[in-house]
């Protein structure tokens, strides 16, 4: 196993079978992955359910769930679900804590006139009750009134909060509030040297980066497997992705040119993919983590392809 210059972490997938939930916790943890991450998607499984499960079916794996959307719990409840996972799995919590998808939120009413207030707010008031401080917060959104967790709930270590943005501004609030960032897919060394600059930190942060990933001997079957997640590549709600990068108005262009998402997936340039993305070879995955971490990835997240989840599961464990 070559060292490592970060963690390495794989993205269970929101539509994998319950039957195989627990198998793919334990598969992860035995290839020597570092972290464990689920998702909270709208319409699939909560995440703090799926922590849980996973948490209590392995020992040593980190377990972070990203993301919890502000707009969805209200921040007391949150902290105290939060804070008994953390009891019961002591320093192997992570959590992030995001505005959502603006169009699923809008969806079930919960998008708020300023997500970024509302984001700012909630990471602030979590991180202190999760703390076990005594918490007076008159906001815009969060509203707590003296509440402080009971000795016997506050976890010995409080997990780390991170935020779950994309945009320069949202960026920002990270920085400023939260203990990391996690960047959803597609992360670049670009985009990740342009959230570092927005984010500013003045003190440890960890930047936790989700990326598609395959792993195939044959680079060129790597390459196909990825490109039909990267359909939403182009769209508005990704466009800080792909601003810092060298071909970003050429993408753009063919976005516009292509009827539909599924035509502009095939139309990628394999070069523009492979930047895209962690696909390719055992070492050719690695090259590019290594790319990752030197610009400044503390934790690198890989994103399954596939039906098969087991089976791409164990693909990506090459790339260790």
Not at 147 to 162: F, R
Not at 260 to 282: H, I, K, M, S
């Amino acid at each position: 196993m070559t060292k490592r210059k970060g963690a390495i972490g794989v993205l269970m997938p929101r539509d994998i079978p319950a039957r195989d939930i627990v198998a793919f916790a334990r598969r992860a943890e035995a290839h020597g992955f570092d972290e464990l991450w689920v998702v909270e998607d709208l319409g699939y499984r909560g995440g703090l359910t799926q922590a849980a499960t996973v948490l209590a079916a392995t020992t040593r794996i980190r377990v972070g769930v990203g993301l919890l959307p502000a707009a969805a719990r209200n921040v007391a409840f949150a902290a105290m679900e939060i804070a008994g996972l953390a009891q019961l799995h002591h320093d192997r919590v992570d959590i992030a804590v995001g505005h959502g998808m603006p169009a699923w939120m809008r969806s079930v009413g919960a998008w708020p006139r300023s997500p970024l207030t509302l984001l700012s707010e909630y990471i602030t008031v979590l991180k202190a009750l999760l703390s076990g401080r005594p918490v007076q917060h008159d906001g815009q959104y969060v509203r707590i009134d003296g509440l402080q967790l009971h000795e016997s709930a506050v976890p010995v270590a409080a997990p780390a909060v991170l935020a779950g943005v994309r945009g320069p501004k949202s960026l920002a609030v990270s920085g400023d509030v939260a203990d990391g960032t996690l960047l959803a897919e597609p992360v670049t060394p670009a985009y990740v040297r342009a959230a570092l600059h927005h984010i500013a930190p003045t003190r440890p942060h960890r930047l936790v980066a989700y990326n598609i990933a395959a792993i195939d001997e044959d680079p060129a079957a790597a390459l196909a497997a990825v490109r039909p997640a990267l359909e939403v590549v182009g769209e508005p709600d990704w466009r800080p992705h792909i601003a810092p990068l060298p071909f970003h108005d050429d993408l753009v262009t063919l976005r516009s040119r292509c009827a539909g998402p599924r035509e502009f997936a095939r139309a990628l340039p394999d070069e523009w993919v492979r930047q895209l993305t962690v696909a390719g070879t055992p070492e050719q995955a690695r090259s590019a983590l290594g790319d990752l971490f030197d610009a400044g990835v503390t934790s690198a997240v890989l994103t399954p392809v596939g039906t098969d989840h087991l089976a791409a599961l164990d693909t990506l464990a090459t790339a260790l």
